[in-house]
């Protein structure tokens, strides 16, 4: 039961053409091109801001929302 509190970014690398732009557009530098590939280098650095996600324009990435916002 007990597993990662924190959701991140997943990266389709099937859908991936490795433009960069999420990479350049990520404001905590959690992003990089491995192999061709956007690739989450850096998780415990991402904000969740979700950028990636929005400018990505093949659709590769993907973050899975938390149920709960509450604060
Ligand atoms: S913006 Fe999308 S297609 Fe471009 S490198 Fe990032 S994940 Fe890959
Ligand atoms: S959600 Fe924001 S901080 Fe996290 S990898 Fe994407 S652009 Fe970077």
């Known amino acids: 039961m007990a597993g990662e ?3 991140q970014p997943d990266i389709d ?3 991936c ?3 960069g732009q999420c990479v ?3 404001p905590t530098g959690a992003l990089r091109l491995v192999d061709g590939h956007a690739a989450l280098v ?3 650095a991402c904000g969740y801001c979700a950028d990636c ?3 990505c324009p093949e659709g590769a990435i993907a ?3 938390e ?3 509450g604060d």
């Open 24 to 26: 350049t557009a990520c």
């Open 5 to 7: 509190p924190r959701v």
């Open 53 to 55: 996600e929005d400018l």
């Open 63 to 65: 973050l899975p929302y």
């Open 17 to 19: 053409t490795g433009c």
């Open 67 to 69: 149920i709960s916002f």
């Open 42 to 44: 850096d998780p415990e």
């Open 13 to 15: 690398e099937d859908l």
